[in-house]
């Protein structure tokens, strides 16, 4: 799938926000998602990602050169369909400008397509989080290297 990458802003939100109600996953209620994106976008970078519609968005921090890949929500009809290789393209790219030398997530270990596309992309597992939530698990660290 082709899809074409944008810098989100806030005229997006309600873009954003249909996406993530679209994704059926919901680690935080809606309120709190909404504030997350509104401060998400003024200390990292939120991409949209569009095929024929909007499908897909991220967000990435970059610190101390380490690019986090914060979050990815994926309209729930889309996935399985090439969105997360591509947006992990992306974020590859985005960290590598910004002389990142590793990119970082958090992920639930019941969210086993997610673990699986990133192991797919040589991202390792470098331990558990504090984080847990009794229907999606404990949160897992995991990292890749960049060369």
Do not use: C
């Not at 401060?39 to 050169?65: C, D, G, R």
């Not at 890949?69 to 393209?89: A, D």
């Amino acid at each position: 799938m082709k899809l074409k990458i944008k810098r989100a802003t806030e005229n997006d939100f309600n873009i954003l926000m249909k996406i993530w109600e679209e994704s059926k996953y919901f680690p935080q209620t809606k309120n709190k998602m909404l504030k997350t994106l509104k401060k998400s976008i003024q200390h990292s970078e939120i991409y949209l990602a569009s095929s024929n519609k909007p499908v897909a968005y991220f967000v990435i921090t970059h610190k101390l050169k380490i690019t986090y890949l914060n979050w990815i929500s994926v309209i729930n009809s889309q996935k399985g369909k090439g969105i997360g290789y591509e947006i992990l393209k992306k974020v590859e790219k985005r960290a590598k400008e910004n002389k990142s030398n590793k990119i970082q997530l958090g992920v639930f270990s019941k969210n086993f397509k997610a673990i699986g596309l990133y192991t797919k992309h040589k991202y390792i597992f470098k331990g558990f989080k504090d984080s847990t939530d009794k229907k999606l698990g404990r949160k897992i660290l995991m990292e890749k290297v960049l060369r």
